[in-house]
């Protein structure tokens, strides 16, 4: 996420931040504070941001750091009119306030003139000191500390403000809230784009998009959730209400005038004119667990389909193997997306097969990032971010799968089984013997 958004505000990591991906602290490389603020009116990853004055691996370390910051860049802090305060914050450590007070007291060579206030200061410094991410094994001594000043904090209160508890219109795949921005930010969506997702659901994705001032729009195969129709998803109610739907989810929110409109469509089929209409592709396929992959089309052979009356205007559902899913969701995106515009998905993953060659691949689209969340001790999904690197020509029409590619997700249940293996029960089997 992080990532995604530096490449939209022009910024990017530090060379020595690259070799500690694992620590909580980055170090970024940010042209100016106001986009500092605008990366953090974004991001639901980060907590906070600071203004580097120094930093180390030890506290020798970080006191030399800070006597060699320039001046001009302290001084406008520091000035005898102005009320500031300093907080420390350790992570994977809990400090007595007798300790914090002696780490603050330590940074008194510092030119502080102005008053001290805890209530309503100006200007506020931190020191971070980093213990590393084993809570079984905390070191007496930090790996590393900074000492900066505060300039914004990330938003976070986004996900309990669009929590899925407290949204009007569910399904039982409602995406959680704070996966849904990760997603948008992934997608870098931004004010007046255009997103689509083809398996819009309950509409959960494009409420992050719309709350980020993208346009959106949507469609889906089961014209009862693009309608509001049918059985509740919430416990103690057996129907739908007669607002329960995608249009009342972002009135809910005061975002209706950024909703296109839904449709019931076959993602399979695309009803959409030829050219490059969507920014963004921002969607989570089904893959077989809580909702059935469909399609349009009889289970019984082609042919036999003519012989049935033309009449008959109610569609018939197919199965939809998952391989066939994301071919049709990367020829998609290779097709309608704009240049630069990026495809955001979830591919789910038998870990015991898992390898990079696995993850679908298309000539217009460049693999951005890969990120993986835990499912069970065997299976995950990985949150797949792609990028439109090249036009899409008519030699790209046929650019099918790989077998290395295609195979893992060959035949309509093949993630479902795999899912539901006996795996888990053999796991906890022997994690139970162990345990005796």
């Known amino acids: 996420e992080i990532t995604s958004l530096l490449s939209l505000y022009d910024g990017q990591f530090s060379g020595e931040q690259e070799i500690r991906v694992n620590s909580p602290f980055w170090i970024l490389n940010i042209p100016s504070e106001e986009m500092a603020r605008g990366l953090m009116k974004r991001t639901v990853c980060a907590k906070s941001i600071f203004e580097l004055w120094g930093h180390g691996r030890s506290a020798g370390e970080l006191y030399a750091s800070l006597k060699n910051c320039p001046t001009d860049k302290m001084l406008p802090y520091l000035q005898s009119d102005s009320t500031y305060k300093v907080h420390i914050h350790t992570f994977n450590k809990t400090l007595t306030q007798a300790q914090k007070i002696k780490k603050i007291d330590a940074l008194e060579f510092l030119p502080f003139k102005g008053k001290v206030s805890l209530k309503n200061p100006e200007h506020i410094f931190w020191i971070l000191e980093d213990y590393g991410m084993d809570p079984n094994n905390v070191p007496e001594e930090p790996f590393h500390l900074y000492f900066g000043r505060w300039i914004a904090d990330g938003q976070r209160e986004l996900i309990e403000s669009y929590s899925v508890k407290k949204r009007h219109f569910i399904g039982n795949t409602s995406m959680d809230a704070c996966l849904s921005f990760i ?176 993850i679908p691949r298309h000539p217009c689209l460049k693999l951005i990032s890969n990120c993986e969340q835990m499912l069970s001790s065997h299976t995950s999904r990985r949150l797949i971010t792609m990028e439109k690197v090249k036009e899409f020509k008519d030699q790209d029409q046929n650019s099918y799968l790989l077998d290395g590619q295609y195979m893992p997700y060959r035949g309509h249940n093949s993630f479902r089984e795999k899912y539901f293996s006996g795996v888990t029960k053999r796991i906890a089997k022997e994690e139970k013997d162990n345990q005796k």
């Open 183 to 358: 997603m948008a930010n992934h997608g870098r969506v931004k004010p007046n784009d255009v997103v689509y997702d083809p398996f819009v659901g309950t509409g959960g994705l494009l409420i992050s998009s719309a709350h980020f001032g993208a346009y959106v729009c949507g469609t889906d195969i089961d014209y009862n959730t693009i309608h509001g129709l049918g059985k509740a998803s919430r416990k103690n109610q057996k129907w739908r209400g007669p607002d329960e739907n995608i249009r009342a989810n972002l009135r809910q929110y005061g975002l209706e005038k950024y909703y296109l409109d839904a449709l019931v469509s076959d993602s399979s089929r695309p009803i959409w004119r030829k050219g490059m209409l969507f920014d963004a592709i921002i969607t989570d396929p089904p893959y077989g667990i809580r909702e059935a992959t469909r399609r349009m089309g009889s289970q019984r052979e082609t042919v036999k389909s003519a012989e049935r009356s033309t009449e008959n205007h109610i569609f018939v559902s197919s199965n939809y193997h998952l391989s066939d899913i994301f071919f049709d969701l990367l020829k998609f995106a290779a097709e309608y997306l704009v240049m630069g515009g990026r495809l955001v998905y979830w591919l789910p993953i038998y870990r015991p097969e898992y390898t990079e060659e696995i």
